[in-house]
Structure formats: structure tokens, C-alpha cells
């Protein structure tokens, strides 16, 4: 009996540590849209339900928040390689400044970017969506 209630605490015990070491990491969701604005009201629940019941209604909400460009391309390069459009060269949204062929034909996902860097730390990555304008099932490159 004694040996039994050993095993069973032995196994609870070790159980619990690897729940607690896979709950340590947190849950990480990345959401990029385009032409957001305050100005324009863009967000208004009127316009957007959905995004004010599941997302701003929950707590999410940056009323100061700043981009390094105004463009979406140069700024969602920035946002995944962590460096700023003028030091990427990224500076558009299709050839010769910038769009999907130029992310690859530079290297800046080679170069390590958010999704390798997760993966690297063991995390799954998923997208879904625009990454970047050109960026089509006939050219995915996966990370």
C-alpha cells in the first residue's frame, strides 16, 4: 500500500511539474490590420462589430500608439524583423522598395524574424492572411 501511494504521488507530482513548466510560457497572438485610424473612426462598433466585441470590449485598446511608417508593408517588416524601414531599405508596398519578392530577394526572413524566433523558443507559429502584398500560395517560403 505504502509503495502504491508513493507511486501515485510521485506520478501527481511529476504531472503537476509539467503542467506548470508547459503553462509557464504564455500565449502569444499577433493581430496586423491595415488602415486602422482614429481619425476616420475606422473602429467604430457601427464599422466593426466584431472587433469591438472580442477584441477592444475585452481590454484591448491603444489610443497613443505611433508606427514608424504609415505604409503597411515597410511597417510589418518592422514590427517582424524588429528593425526600422531605414534600416531594411523596406520603404513600399510592391518592387523595387518593398512587397514580398523583395523580402525574399534581401534575405530579411532569412535573416531571422518573430516567426523563427518563436520557433526557435518552442513555439508553434501559425498565419493566416496578408503577410505582405504579393505574397500568394504560389510563392509561400515557410519560416
Known sequence: MYIQLLTFLVAVTS???VCKAEQSKPNLVLILVDDQDTTLNSTHPFYMPALNKHIISQGVHFPN??????ICCPSRATILTGRHTHNTNFTDITPPYGGYTIWRQRGLDLQGYLPSWLQEQGYGTYYVGKLFVEYAIYNYYPP
Open 15 to 17: 504531472t503537476f511539474h
Open 65 to 70: 500608439y505611433f508606427t514608424n511608417t504609415p
